[in-house]
T-cell receptor
Framework: NAGVTQTPKFRVLKTGQSMTLLCAQD?????MYWYRQDPGMGLRLIHY???????AKGEVPDGYNVSRLKKQNFLLGLESAAPSQTSVYFC????????????FGPGTRLTVT | AQSVTQPDIHITVSEGASLELRCNYS??????LFWYVQSPGQGLQLLLK??????LVQGIKGFEAEFKRSQSSFNLRKPSVHWSDAAEYFC??????????????FGTGTRLTIIP
């Protein structure tokens, strides 16, 4: 099993450009999450999904959109990138059930200039 | 709202020495408590978790943590560290919202450096 994979690993964008980050999991997990990690701030939840076709906002959703068309994939989109979105983005997935373990991908480092 | 504080940003420990990483939380009831580890360039991995019962919980890689309700703390310990333990450690608090959703709040992390 590959677990949770993220594409791409690194990306540099100019302000105003758009991009999509792809998260894929092969563990048949129901729940998927997108976090951002910034120095001195820990991880903050952007959006999450409790199943195929459903998404919900997390703590810091502004400027991001998500889609979960297939159970194994969770896409994070930036329509018009801003320097404040420079961060490391982590995807995670877990089984249904209260506070089951979240499995994290290796992260995507995004720089917006 | 719940919050998590990890008061130590960076800790340096000699290989073979004992380790204690501090975590304090704020929440009206007993929350779910977690410790995650992040090795350089990697995602987070769960070390251990506490839901209820025995306040001393054992995790992977020889780590343990103790829940102390009176101090609102959940400190992580290891009796003898190895060079491979160098990483960033995150404490997290989990609560169920009024809408029945899980919410996991992470601390800001403690970076552990091991010296030979």
């Amino acid at each position: 099993n590959a677990g949770v994979t993220q594409t791409p690993k690194f990306r540099v964008l100019k302000t105003g450009q758009s991009m999509t980050l792809l998260c894929a999991q092969d563990m048949n997990h129901e729940y998927m999450y997108w976090y951002r990690q910034d120095p001195g701030m820990g991880l903050r939840l952007i959006h999450y999904s409790v199943g195929e076709g459903t998404t919900a906002k997390g703590e810091v959703p502004d400027g991001y959109n998500v889609s979960r068309l297939k159970k194994q994939n969770f896409l994070l989109g930036l329509e018009s990138a801003a320097p404040s979105q420079t961060s490391v983005y982590f995807c995670a997935s877990k089984q249904a059930g209260e506070f089951r373990e979240q499995y994290f991908g290796p992260g995507t480092r995004l720089t917006v200039t | 709202a719940q919050s998590v504080t990890q008061p130590d940003i960076h800790i340096t420990v000699s290989e073979g020495a004992s380790l204690e990483l501090r975590c304090n939380y704020s929440y009206g009831a007993t929350p779910y408590l977690f410790w995650y580890v992040q090795s350089p360039g990697q995602g987070l991995q769960l070390l251990l978790k506490y839901f209820s019962g025995d306040t001393l919980v054992q995790g992977i890689k020889g780590f343990e943590a103790e829940f102390k309700r009176s101090q609102s703390s959940f400190n992580l310990r290891k009796p003898s560290v190895h060079w491979s333990d160098a990483a960033e450690y995150f404490c997290a608090v989990g609560v169920i919202s009024n809408f029945g959703n899980e919410k996991l709040t992470f601390g800001t992390g403690t970076r552990l450096t091991i010296i030979p």
